[in-house]
Protein backbone atom coordinates (compact mmCIF):
# COMPACT_ATOMS: atom_id res chain seq x y z
CA UNK A 1 0.00 0.00 0.00
CA UNK A 2 2.86 2.10 0.07
CA UNK A 3 4.05 3.89 -3.71
CA UNK A 4 4.42 2.09 -6.88
CA UNK A 5 8.12 3.11 -7.92
CA UNK A 6 9.27 1.90 -4.47
CA UNK A 7 7.58 -1.41 -5.19
CA UNK A 8 9.21 -1.22 -8.49
CA UNK A 9 12.43 -0.50 -7.06
CA UNK A 10 12.33 -3.64 -4.57
CA UNK A 11 11.77 -6.14 -7.24
CA UNK A 12 14.38 -4.33 -9.24
CA UNK A 13 16.77 -5.42 -6.78
CA UNK A 14 15.10 -8.59 -5.34
CA UNK A 15 17.70 -11.29 -6.21
CA UNK A 16 14.63 -13.59 -7.09
CA UNK A 17 14.31 -10.70 -9.91
CA UNK A 18 17.49 -10.29 -11.44
CA UNK A 19 18.29 -14.38 -11.27
CA UNK A 20 15.29 -15.11 -13.58
CA UNK A 21 15.70 -12.05 -16.25
CA UNK A 22 19.24 -12.55 -16.22
CA UNK A 23 19.97 -9.02 -15.26
CA UNK A 24 22.94 -10.50 -12.97
CA UNK A 25 24.92 -11.83 -15.14
CA UNK A 26 24.49 -8.57 -17.68
CA UNK A 27 27.48 -6.31 -17.89
CA UNK A 28 29.08 -3.30 -19.90
CA UNK A 29 30.90 -4.12 -23.17
CA UNK A 30 34.92 -3.65 -22.34
CA UNK A 31 35.22 0.07 -24.58
CA UNK A 32 31.93 1.43 -21.92
CA UNK A 33 33.53 0.22 -18.61
CA UNK A 34 35.19 2.57 -16.02
CA UNK A 35 38.66 3.03 -16.44
CA UNK A 36 40.97 0.82 -14.29
CA UNK A 37 41.27 -2.87 -13.63
CA UNK A 38 38.95 -5.83 -13.64
CA UNK A 39 36.44 -6.15 -11.34
CA UNK A 40 37.47 -8.90 -9.02
CA UNK A 41 35.69 -12.06 -9.20
CA UNK A 42 33.45 -10.59 -12.28
CA UNK A 43 36.98 -9.88 -14.13
CA UNK A 44 38.86 -13.57 -13.27
CA UNK A 45 35.48 -15.05 -14.62
CA UNK A 46 35.38 -13.04 -17.98
CA UNK A 47 38.91 -13.75 -18.26
CA UNK A 48 38.31 -17.39 -17.77
CA UNK A 49 35.89 -17.37 -20.62
CA UNK A 50 33.17 -18.65 -18.07
CA UNK A 51 31.48 -15.09 -16.84
CA UNK A 52 29.39 -12.81 -18.20
CA UNK A 53 29.58 -11.72 -21.78
CA UNK A 54 27.87 -8.47 -22.33
CA UNK A 55 24.54 -7.32 -22.25
CA UNK A 56 21.80 -8.85 -21.66
CA UNK A 57 18.13 -7.36 -22.59
CA UNK A 58 15.70 -9.98 -20.76
CA UNK A 59 14.62 -7.66 -17.67
CA UNK A 60 14.91 -4.11 -19.54
CA UNK A 61 12.75 -5.21 -21.80
CA UNK A 62 10.00 -7.35 -19.55
CA UNK A 63 10.62 -3.97 -17.16
CA UNK A 64 8.53 -1.94 -20.07
CA UNK A 65 6.70 -4.00 -21.58
CA UNK A 66 5.16 -5.73 -18.08
CA UNK A 67 6.25 -3.81 -15.05
CA UNK A 68 5.64 -0.22 -16.34
CA UNK A 69 4.81 0.96 -19.87
CA UNK A 70 2.99 -1.73 -20.98
CA UNK A 71 3.19 -3.95 -24.94
CA UNK A 72 1.89 -0.78 -26.50
CA UNK A 73 3.44 1.88 -24.09
CA UNK A 74 5.47 3.74 -27.19
CA UNK A 75 9.14 2.63 -26.62
CA UNK A 76 11.40 1.12 -29.01
CA UNK A 77 14.05 -1.39 -29.12
CA UNK A 78 16.44 1.44 -28.42
CA UNK A 79 14.88 2.50 -25.58
CA UNK A 80 15.50 -1.10 -24.30
CA UNK A 81 19.20 -1.15 -25.15
CA UNK A 82 19.57 2.23 -23.64
CA UNK A 83 17.82 0.71 -20.55
CA UNK A 84 19.72 -2.45 -20.07
CA UNK A 85 22.65 -0.21 -20.62
CA UNK A 86 21.54 1.72 -17.55
CA UNK A 87 21.09 -1.44 -15.93
CA UNK A 88 24.37 -2.69 -16.07
CA UNK A 89 25.95 -3.89 -12.78
CA UNK A 90 22.67 -4.52 -10.72
CA UNK A 91 24.45 -7.89 -9.65
CA UNK A 92 23.90 -10.83 -6.70
CA UNK A 93 26.76 -11.01 -3.87
CA UNK A 94 28.22 -13.96 -3.56
CA UNK A 95 30.48 -15.42 -0.43
CA UNK A 96 33.63 -14.36 -2.62
CA UNK A 97 33.20 -11.22 -2.51
CA UNK A 98 32.87 -10.91 1.59
CA UNK A 99 36.42 -12.43 0.94
CA UNK A 100 37.34 -9.69 -1.57
CA UNK A 101 35.92 -6.85 0.91
CA UNK A 102 38.54 -8.78 3.68
CA UNK A 103 41.02 -8.62 1.23
CA UNK A 104 40.72 -5.03 0.61
CA UNK A 105 40.41 -4.44 4.31
CA UNK A 106 36.84 -3.06 4.05
CA UNK A 107 34.31 -4.11 6.70
CA UNK A 108 32.19 -6.73 6.40
CA UNK A 109 28.98 -7.60 6.80
CA UNK A 110 27.40 -4.83 4.80
CA UNK A 111 24.22 -5.72 3.19
CA UNK A 112 25.58 -5.41 -0.35
CA UNK A 113 28.00 -8.13 0.93
CA UNK A 114 25.85 -10.73 2.30
CA UNK A 115 25.67 -13.40 -0.21
CA UNK A 116 22.80 -13.80 -2.26
CA UNK A 117 21.76 -10.20 -2.00
CA UNK A 118 21.88 -7.72 -4.47
CA UNK A 119 25.14 -5.93 -5.07
CA UNK A 120 25.86 -2.76 -7.58
CA UNK A 121 29.26 -3.87 -9.30
CA UNK A 122 30.74 -0.40 -10.30
CA UNK A 123 33.65 -2.16 -12.32
CA UNK A 124 31.07 -3.82 -15.23
CA UNK A 125 28.74 -0.88 -15.19
CA UNK A 126 28.41 0.67 -18.64
CA UNK A 127 29.97 4.27 -17.69
CA UNK A 128 28.88 6.20 -21.26
CA UNK A 129 25.95 8.02 -21.87
CA UNK A 130 22.55 6.88 -22.43
CA UNK A 131 19.18 8.09 -23.72
CA UNK A 132 15.83 6.62 -22.25
CA UNK A 133 12.47 7.49 -23.73
CA UNK A 134 14.02 10.93 -24.15
CA UNK A 135 16.03 11.52 -21.18
CA UNK A 136 19.42 11.86 -20.80
CA UNK A 137 21.69 10.21 -18.62
CA UNK A 138 25.17 11.61 -18.49
CA UNK A 139 27.97 9.46 -18.50
CA UNK A 140 28.87 8.34 -14.98
CA UNK A 141 25.69 8.18 -13.18
CA UNK A 142 26.71 4.39 -11.39
CA UNK A 143 23.95 2.85 -9.43
CA UNK A 144 22.02 6.37 -9.10
CA UNK A 145 21.04 6.31 -12.69
CA UNK A 146 19.28 2.59 -12.17
CA UNK A 147 17.23 3.97 -9.77
CA UNK A 148 16.67 7.20 -11.64
CA UNK A 149 15.62 5.24 -14.60
CA UNK A 150 13.46 3.24 -12.96
CA UNK A 151 11.24 6.05 -11.02
CA UNK A 152 10.95 7.47 -14.16
CA UNK A 153 9.27 4.46 -15.66
CA UNK A 154 6.93 4.16 -12.39
CA UNK A 155 5.90 7.79 -13.14
CA UNK A 156 5.20 8.11 -16.72
CA UNK A 157 1.54 8.37 -18.13
CA UNK A 158 1.86 5.05 -19.79
CA UNK A 159 2.55 3.61 -16.97
CA UNK A 160 -0.58 4.52 -14.74
CA UNK A 161 -3.07 4.00 -17.59
CA UNK A 162 -1.14 0.13 -17.85
CA UNK A 163 -1.38 0.20 -13.56
CA UNK A 164 -4.80 1.55 -13.54
CA UNK A 165 -6.12 -1.29 -16.36
CA UNK A 166 -4.63 -4.37 -14.48
CA UNK A 167 -6.18 -3.49 -10.96
CA UNK A 168 -9.49 -2.34 -12.79
CA UNK A 169 -9.22 -5.83 -14.77
CA UNK A 170 -8.40 -7.37 -11.36
CA UNK A 171 -11.27 -6.13 -9.22
CA UNK A 172 -14.13 -4.79 -11.40
CA UNK A 173 -14.05 -7.16 -14.80
CA UNK A 174 -12.12 -8.37 -17.47
CA UNK A 175 -12.90 -5.81 -19.48
CA UNK A 176 -13.09 -3.15 -17.53
CA UNK A 177 -15.06 0.45 -18.29
CA UNK A 178 -12.57 2.80 -20.50
CA UNK A 179 -13.81 6.05 -18.39
CA UNK A 180 -12.88 4.10 -14.73
CA UNK A 181 -9.43 3.05 -16.10
CA UNK A 182 -8.72 6.62 -17.00
CA UNK A 183 -9.90 8.26 -13.95
CA UNK A 184 -7.78 5.49 -11.96
CA UNK A 185 -5.35 6.49 -13.67
CA UNK A 186 -5.29 10.14 -13.54
CA UNK A 187 -5.63 8.86 -9.76
CA UNK A 188 -2.37 7.23 -9.92
CA UNK A 189 -0.39 9.69 -11.36
CA UNK A 190 -2.06 12.86 -9.13
CA UNK A 191 -0.70 10.97 -6.05
CA UNK A 192 2.55 9.80 -7.11
CA UNK A 193 2.00 6.27 -7.55
CA UNK A 194 -0.33 5.90 -3.93
CA UNK A 195 -1.36 2.30 -4.45
CA UNK A 196 -3.55 2.62 -1.66
CA UNK A 197 -5.16 6.15 -3.03
CA UNK A 198 -5.50 4.04 -6.51
CA UNK A 199 -7.48 0.87 -5.03
CA UNK A 200 -9.57 3.67 -3.53
CA UNK A 201 -10.27 4.92 -6.50
CA UNK A 202 -11.82 1.44 -8.04
CA UNK A 203 -13.82 0.18 -5.28
CA UNK A 204 -15.43 3.70 -4.32
CA UNK A 205 -16.31 4.21 -7.81
CA UNK A 206 -19.71 3.77 -9.54
CA UNK A 207 -18.85 1.47 -11.58
CA UNK A 208 -17.70 -0.81 -8.76
CA UNK A 209 -21.34 -1.33 -7.54
CA UNK A 210 -23.04 -1.39 -11.02
CA UNK A 211 -25.12 -4.68 -11.42
CA UNK A 212 -23.91 -5.68 -14.46
CA UNK A 213 -20.12 -5.88 -12.82
CA UNK A 214 -21.69 -7.95 -9.79
CA UNK A 215 -19.78 -11.33 -9.83
CA UNK A 216 -18.46 -10.89 -12.86
CA UNK A 217 -14.96 -12.08 -11.58
CA UNK A 218 -14.24 -15.77 -11.79
CA UNK A 219 -11.56 -16.78 -9.05
CA UNK A 220 -8.58 -18.29 -10.41
CA UNK A 221 -7.91 -21.79 -8.69
CA UNK A 222 -5.64 -20.40 -6.14
CA UNK A 223 -8.27 -17.78 -5.21
CA UNK A 224 -10.95 -20.84 -5.22
CA UNK A 225 -9.22 -23.29 -3.27
CA UNK A 226 -8.21 -20.85 -0.84
CA UNK A 227 -11.87 -19.21 -0.45
CA UNK A 228 -13.09 -22.89 -0.27
CA UNK A 229 -10.92 -23.27 2.82
CA UNK A 230 -12.21 -20.74 4.71
CA UNK A 231 -15.83 -21.44 3.69
CA UNK A 232 -15.48 -25.05 5.64
CA UNK A 233 -13.33 -23.31 8.54
CA UNK A 234 -10.52 -25.94 7.51
CA UNK A 235 -7.02 -26.19 8.48
CA UNK A 236 -4.56 -27.13 5.96
CA UNK A 237 -0.38 -28.17 5.28
CA UNK A 238 -0.90 -26.79 1.60
CA UNK A 239 0.75 -29.57 0.18
CA UNK A 240 -1.86 -32.15 -0.96
CA UNK A 241 -3.86 -28.83 -2.03
CA UNK A 242 -1.80 -27.60 -4.08
CA UNK A 243 -1.70 -30.66 -6.27
CA UNK A 244 -5.91 -29.98 -6.50
CA UNK A 245 -4.69 -26.13 -7.47
CA UNK A 246 -2.27 -28.19 -10.36
CA UNK A 247 -5.30 -30.09 -11.31
CA UNK A 248 -7.41 -27.23 -11.77
CA UNK A 249 -4.68 -25.71 -14.05
CA UNK A 250 -2.50 -23.26 -12.11
CA UNK A 251 0.36 -25.03 -10.65
CA UNK A 252 1.98 -22.76 -8.28
CA UNK A 253 5.44 -20.82 -9.21
CA UNK A 254 5.17 -22.54 -12.30
CA UNK A 255 3.95 -20.15 -14.95
CA UNK A 256 6.25 -20.40 -17.47
CA UNK A 257 5.85 -16.66 -19.46
CA UNK A 258 7.13 -14.00 -17.18
CA UNK A 259 3.98 -12.49 -17.87
CA UNK A 260 2.30 -14.61 -15.18
CA UNK A 261 -0.84 -16.70 -14.54
CA UNK A 262 -4.04 -14.88 -16.21
CA UNK A 263 -6.60 -12.95 -14.58
CA UNK A 264 -9.58 -13.53 -16.92
CA UNK A 265 -12.57 -16.13 -17.23
CA UNK A 266 -11.42 -17.69 -20.67
CA UNK A 267 -7.95 -19.05 -18.39
CA UNK A 268 -10.27 -21.13 -15.70
CA UNK A 269 -13.60 -21.69 -17.59
CA UNK A 270 -13.22 -24.83 -19.36
CA UNK A 271 -14.80 -28.22 -18.81
CA UNK A 272 -12.07 -30.29 -17.54
CA UNK A 273 -10.73 -27.41 -15.10
CA UNK A 274 -14.42 -26.84 -13.86
CA UNK A 275 -14.44 -30.50 -12.84
CA UNK A 276 -11.36 -30.27 -10.81
CA UNK A 277 -13.35 -27.79 -8.87
CA UNK A 278 -16.17 -29.58 -8.47
CA UNK A 279 -14.07 -32.89 -7.54
CA UNK A 280 -11.75 -30.50 -4.79
CA UNK A 281 -15.65 -29.34 -3.07
CA UNK A 282 -16.63 -33.22 -2.67
CA UNK A 283 -12.91 -34.20 -1.62
CA UNK A 284 -12.89 -31.13 0.88
CA UNK A 285 -16.37 -31.85 2.42
CA UNK A 286 -16.01 -35.30 2.36
CA UNK A 287 -12.58 -34.63 4.52
CA UNK A 288 -10.59 -36.65 1.39
CA UNK A 289 -7.65 -33.93 1.15
CA UNK A 290 -4.91 -35.21 3.14
CA UNK A 291 -3.26 -32.73 5.29
CA UNK A 292 -7.08 -30.81 5.48
CA UNK A 293 -9.12 -30.63 8.28
CA UNK A 294 -12.85 -28.91 7.64
CA UNK A 295 -14.94 -27.60 10.31
CA UNK A 296 -17.53 -30.24 11.34
CA UNK A 297 -19.80 -27.45 12.73
CA UNK A 298 -19.69 -25.65 9.74
CA UNK A 299 -20.32 -28.20 7.49
CA UNK A 300 -23.30 -29.17 9.12
CA UNK A 301 -24.52 -25.98 9.11
CA UNK A 302 -24.85 -26.16 5.65
CA UNK A 303 -26.99 -28.78 3.23
CA UNK A 304 -25.14 -30.11 0.19
CA UNK A 305 -22.10 -28.00 0.65
CA UNK A 306 -20.09 -29.81 -1.50
CA UNK A 307 -22.95 -28.31 -4.20
CA UNK A 308 -22.65 -24.58 -2.91
CA UNK A 309 -18.16 -25.06 -3.40
CA UNK A 310 -18.76 -25.88 -6.43
CA UNK A 311 -21.50 -23.89 -7.97
CA UNK A 312 -21.20 -20.63 -9.75
CA UNK A 313 -22.26 -18.55 -7.20
CA UNK A 314 -19.34 -19.67 -4.92
CA UNK A 315 -17.08 -19.66 -7.89
CA UNK A 316 -17.42 -15.69 -8.50
CA UNK A 317 -16.12 -12.81 -6.51
Not at 143 to 149: I, K, L, P, T, V
Amino acid sequence: WGRFDDLLLATAQSPAMLFYLDNARSVADEEHRPAGPRAGMLGRAAATGKGPKGLNENYARELMELHTLGVDGGYTQKDVTELARVLTGWSISQARDQDEDRMRGARSGRAESEPGSFVFRARVHDAGEKMVLGQRFPAGGGQDEGERAIRMLAQRPETARHIAFQLCQLLVADEPPPALVERVAQRFLATSGDLRQTVRAIVTSPEFFEPVYYRAKIKSPFEYAVSAIRAVGATTDGRAVSRHIADMGEPLYLCQPPTGYADTAEAWVNAGALLARVNFAVALTEGKVPGTTADRAVLASVPNMALELGGPDFQQQ
